[in-house]
């Protein structure tokens, strides 16, 4: 089993940042990628950017650009630097163990304008 937990979410003000983070616990051995999704009100929830064991990355062309994900293997963490962020991106942010049905809880994103 894999335990995930997101911390860093919050209430910015257009423009500004905020750093994700995604720590797994468990059989952390299993894992070969993470993801961070995003789910906003009334909406389906969609990957927003990902990171393999080695280190290779994927984002959402919405995202591109302003986000940056990187993962610290000796604390098992994954990050998700967001940056210029926009009232688009408010949402509750998960972490995914991705090919697993490990999901973290979630933290709550809100940009306001």
């Known amino acids: 089993q894999v335990q995930l937990v997101e911390s860093g979410g919050g209430l910015v003000q257009a423009g500004g940042s905020l750093r994700l983070s995604c720590a797994a616990s468990?059989?952390?051995?299993?894992?070969?990628?993470i993801g961070w999704y995003r789910q906003a009100p009334g909406k389906q929830r969609e990957l927003v950017a990902s990171i393999s064991s080695r280190g290779m990355t994927n984002y959402a062309d919405s995202v591109k650009g302003r986000f940056t994900i990187s993962r610290d293997n000796a604390k098992n963490t994954v990050y998700l630097q967001m940056n210029s962020l926009k009232p688009e991106d408010t949402a509750v942010y998960y972490c995914?163990?991705?090919?697993?049905?490990?999901w973290g809880q979630g933290t709550q994103v809100t940009v306001s304008s």
């Open positions: 995914k163990a991705l090919g697993t049905p490990y």
């Open positions: 468990g059989s952390t051995f299993s894992i070969n990628a």
